[in-house]
């Protein structure tokens, strides 16, 4: 299952940077993009929450603490981009990081060796 929730966040990243490259130039961010992006990772945080909700042995909280974090920012930035007003471009920065970072430890929990 977590396996899974890395593909589809990595999938959902790549049409993130989509979005990002628009809102770094000042672009209309592609619709399409921001809606598959924000599809795909909100069924990937799902199964970190039911795989957190149903582990026995070690867990991914601070990944999914992480990922709601910038989920949270993720809905910020939508809420704005689809009130057609400019996004902040910190806020823009900051939420990929904060995922990222959720990212690799994820990574890092389920392929330790």
Known sequence: MLTTAIVLFALAAVFGL???IAILKNKPTPKPAVFI???VAAIALLLVILAV???AG????ASLVLFV???LGGFALFAIDMQKKPVPKL???V???VAAIALVL???LVFKG
């Open 91 to 93: 806020l823009a920065l």
């Open 18 to 20: 989509v979005a990002l």
């Open 53 to 55: 909700a149903g582990s």
């Open 69 to 71: 974090v910038a989920a």
């Open 95 to 97: 939420h990929p990081l």
């Open 106 to 108: 994820l990574i890092l």
């Open 37 to 39: 992006h924000g599809g």
């Open 58 to 61: 070690p867990s991914p909280i």
